[in-house]
Structure formats: structure tokens, C-alpha cells
């Protein structure tokens, strides 16, 4: 199946390991019969305002291999636009997602240097008016791409896993007194619970896990000066 991607069609993907991802980790216990599925879309609509969600991805040693970005509508928080780079020649040492690095056809990805990646990154950004940089557990995507420190940074987690700020929680989940989950807050976790979508599996794919955090970001249904909590 090859991906496509329409001005607000499904973004889909093409690795024949997904499926099977997808179905051992499906919990049969849910009723998704009813739940609306999770797609990845790109509108091509106009937007007054934007910000952008960012996403990496490691290789053995640590070192950036790809980096992903989807920019979100600051009034909708759909997406409206992305980039993808890899990075060369770190990608080419492997890492534990090498196998999805290639699998988006319909965001041609940019192989480059670390260098030229982060110059044409950082030009797109402000070409674009973003100031703001999202990503889920920050501090990690923060702390890997120093050249983007002039942005602001904040971290989509210090919402989507406290229940005073996720009303999905349940009442019977375990958290720490600071209200955040104990345990099953990963990005995959978190959209399950938000979408009712148990057939969600995160792709690891830098774009694609973008996009998905977005997501996160417009089920949440704060605005992004609530955001200023997880500000780094």
C-alpha cells in the first residue's frame, strides 16, 4: 500500500511490521467498535498562527538520526504543515527505529548533515512566525538540539500526564501528589486514552510521532498559554 496524503486525507504508511505491531498490541479488553479511528491529516488551510511540535529520533551512540516537525494551528490545533530530516551519516550507525525511518512516503524526507539540517530547520521555523517548540518529555529533544535554544520550549507531558490537566485520567489511576500517572504515560498510552482508539500504535517514526503529539495536544483542549506550566 503506498501512502498518500490529500489536503485533508489520511496520512498512511507503508511497513509490513506495522500491522502486526498493531495487532499484538491491541487490547482486546477495550470496545473500539464505537471509538472514532486515529488519522493523520494536513490541512492546507490557512492559519492566523502557529507553533511547532518537534520529535527525534536516536541512534545507538545517542546521536540524532532524524528529526521530525509538525506545525500546528494555534487556534485549532490541527496540522498544517511538516518537515522530515535525516541525518547523515548518523542514521546510517542504525538505532532501535531504524526499521520506520524510511516508512512516510507522503513528507519526502531531507537527508543532510547535522548542520545544514538545523540551518534549514530553524530558517523554515521562521519563515513560518513559530517562536514556540513543543515536544512530549522535552527535556530529551531539548537537551539533543542545542542550536534551537533561541526558541522556547515547553513540554507537552507536564499536561497530558497530570489529571488536572487530562480529564481522561480515571479517578482510579495512581498518580504522585503533584497529580501525574505513576506509570502509563507514554505518548502511546496517553493517546489511547484521550481517543479511545486501543488499536493506536506509535510508530517511532520522528514526523509521524509529531504529528501524533499534536494530536495529543488538540484532544487536551487547553490553550497554549496553559502550556506555560511545562515551559522549560
Given at each position: 500500500?503506498?501512502?498518500?496524503?490529500?489536503?485533508?486525507?489520511?496520512?498512511?504508511?507503508n511497513?509490513?511490521?506495522?500491522?502486526?505491531?498493531e495487532?499484538?498490541?491491541?487490547n482486546?479488553?477495550?470496545?473500539?467498535?464505537?471509538?472514532?479511528k486515529l488519522?493523520?491529516?494536513?490541512?492546507?488551510r490557512?492559519?492566523?498562527?502557529?507553533?511547532?511540535v518537534?520529535?527525534t529520533?536516536?541512534?545507538?551512540?545517542?546521536?540524532?538520526?532524524?528529526?521530525?516537525?509538525?506545525?500546528?494551528?494555534?487556534?485549532?490545533?490541527?496540522c498544517?504543515?511538516?518537515?522530515?530530516?535525516i541525518?547523515?551519516?548518523?542514521?546510517?550507525?542504525?538505532?532501535?527505529y531504524?526499521?520506520?525511518?524510511?516508512?512516510?512516503?507522503?513528507?519526502p524526507?531531507?537527508?543532510m548533515?547535522?548542520?545544514?539540517a538545523?540551518l534549514?530547520?530553524?530558517?523554515?521555523?521562521v519563515?513560518?512566525?513559530?517562536?514556540?517548540?513543543?515536544a512530549?518529555?522535552?527535556?530529551?529533544?531539548?537537551?539533543?538540539?542545542?542550536?534551537l535554544?533561541?526558541?522556547?520550549?515547553?513540554?507537552?507531558?507536564r499536561?497530558?500526564?497530570?489529571?488536572?490537566?487530562?480529564?481522561?485520567?480515571?479517578?482510579?489511576a495512581e498518580?504522585?501528589?503533584t497529580?501525574?500517572l505513576?506509570?502509563?504515560?507514554?505518548?502511546?498510552?496517553?493517546?489511547?486514552?484521550?481517543?479511545?482508539?486501543?488499536s493506536?500504535?506509535?510508530?517511532?517514526?520522528?514526523?509521524?510521532?509529531a504529528?501524533d503529539?499534536?494530536?495529543?495536544?488538540?484532544?487536551l483542549?487547553?490553550?497554549?498559554d496553559v502550556?506555560?506550566?511545562?515551559k522549560?
Open positions: 500500500m503506498s501512502a498518500k496524503l490529500t489536503d485533508e486525507g489520511n496520512l498512511k504508511y511497513n509490513r511490521s506495522m500491522d502486526f505491531l495487532m499484538i498490541k491491541n482486546p479488553d477495550k470496545k473500539t467498535e464505537n471509538a472514532k488519522t493523520r491529516t494536513i490541512s492546507k490557512k492559519s492566523e498562527g502557529v507553533f511547532a518537534i520529535d529520533e536516536t541512534n545507538w551512540y545517542n546521536e540524532v538520526m532524524s528529526i521530525g516537525i509538525a506545525l500546528g494551528d494555534a487556534a485549532t490545533f490541527k498544517v504543515g511538516a518537515k522530515y530530516y541525518i547523515d551519516p548518523e542514521y546510517r550507525k542504525g538505532g532501535m531504524s526499521e520506520v525511518m524510511h516508512v512516510v512516503k507522503s513528507i524526507s531531507e537527508v548533515s547535522r548542520e545544514d538545523l534549514s530547520m530553524s530558517k523554515w521555523l519563515e513560518n512566525g513559530v517562536s514556540q517548540l513543543y512530549y518529555n522535552a527535556k530529551f529533544d531539548k537537551g539533543h538540539l542545542e542550536e535554544s533561541d526558541f522556547e520550549w515547553f513540554d507537552i507531558m499536561l497530558a500526564a497530570y489529571k488536572q490537566y487530562n480529564k481522561c485520567i480515571p479517578e482510579s498518580c504522585c501528589k497529580g501525574r505513576k506509570r502509563g504515560y507514554a505518548v502511546e498510552d496517553i493517546l489511547k486514552m484521550l481517543s479511545g482508539d486501543y493506536y500504535s506509535e510508530v517511532h517514526n520522528a514526523v509521524m510521532d504529528i503529539e499534536l494530536k495529543i495536544m488538540e484532544l483542549g487547553h490553550s497554549l502550556y506555560d506550566c511545562g522549560l
